[in-house]
C-alpha cells in the first residue's frame, strides 16, 4: 500500500512509524528498505551528504529509481560536489533533489555577515534545516544514512521512527552498521567516495566548519571543531 499525504493522515503515518519501530527493531537493512519502498513508493526520499554512495548504493539495489535529497547550503566543498555529479552519473535512474535556502549566500552575508562564525546554528537552520523541511514536505518518510556509532547523540537510533520535527516517517537502514562494516562495504563494492575522506576528513559538512580529523579522534570532532555544538539540526 502506498500512503497518499494529506493532513489528517499524519496520525496514521505516526502509528506506522511506531509500530514498525517496535516490529522491524531487528530487521537487516534489506529489509527495512524493503519495508520502505513498499509501504511508500515513491513518496519516500533518500538523503545523501555526498561523503560517499554507500546510501544511494544500497537504496537503489532495491528500487533504482529513487529521489535523492542533497542540502545544497552554497557553502559545500567542491569535491562534495564533484561527487554529487558522480552519482548522478554513476545511478543515471535516481533524480537528484538539490534542496536550497530562500537566500542565497551572497544574500545571506549581506544581511547577516558570516553566519558561520558568529551564529552556526542560525546558519545551519536557515541553509539546512529549513530547506529540508520545505522539501521534505513533499514526502511521507525519508531514508538517512544515521549509523549509532557515529556520536554519542546518534547511539540510541532505531531502524524505524517517527520525525516530529519535520512530520515525517524516518528510515535509518544503516543504523546498525559499525565502521568495518561500514568500510567493507565500500571496499567490496566499490563504492564512490568523496576524496576528502582519504585526505582526513572524516565527517564531511560545510567547508568553513569542517577541519581534518586527528588520528584516533572522534569522526566528527572535524565538524565545528573547537565549538560546543556537534549537530546542525537535522537528526536533533
Known amino acids: ?120 546554528d542560525k546558519c545551519c537552520f536557515l541553509r539546512k534545516v529549513v530547506p529540508l523541511r520545505n522539501t521534505l514536505a513533499r514526502y511521507d518518510a525519508w531514508i538517512t544514512g544515521v549509523r549509532r556509532v557515529e556520536a554519542p547523540t546518534r547511539a540510541n537510533t532505531p531502524l524505524v521512527q517517527w520525525d516530529k520535527g519535520n512530520g515525517l516517517v524516518k528510515i535509518n537502514p544503516l543504523a546498525a552498521w559499525t565502521d568495518d562494516e561500514f568500510r567493507a562495504y565500500i571496499d567490496r563494492h566499490g563504492i564512490l567516495e568523496n576524496p576528502l575522506v582519504a585526505e582526513g576528513y572524516l565527517s564531511i559538512g560545510c567547508a568553513p566548519c569542517t577541519a581534518k580529523v586527528a588520528p584516533g579522534d572522534d569522526p566528527r570532532s572535524g565538524r565545528w571543531a573547537g565549538q560546543s555544538k556537534t549537530e546542525c539540526g537535522l537528526h536533533s
Open 1 to 120: 500500500m502506498t500512503i497518499t499525504e494529506t493532513t489528517s493522515q499524519k496520525e496514521e503515518l505516526k502509528a506506522l512509524a511506531e509500530r514498525a519501530e517496535a516490529e522491524l527493531a531487528n530487521a537487516s537493512t534489506d529489509e527495512v528498505l524493503r519495508w520502505a519502498f513498499e509501504t511508500f513508493g515513491d513518496r519516500l526520499i533518500v538523503a545523501s551528504n555526498m561523503q560517499d554512495a554507500v546510501l544511494v548504493d544500497v537504496a537503489t539495489r532495491v528500487k533504482p529509481d529513487v529521489d535523492v535529497l542533497f542540502l545544497e547550503t552554497g557553502y559545500h566543498f567542491a569535491e562534495t560536489l564533484g561527487t554529487r555529479d558522480a552519482v548522478a552519473a554513476q545511478y543515471p535512474n535516481v533524480r537528484i533533489v538539490n534542496a536550497e535556502a530562500e537566500q542565497s549566500v551572497a544574500e545571506q552575508e549581506a544581511r547577516f555577515g558570516l553566519l558561520n562564525r558568529t551564529d552556526p
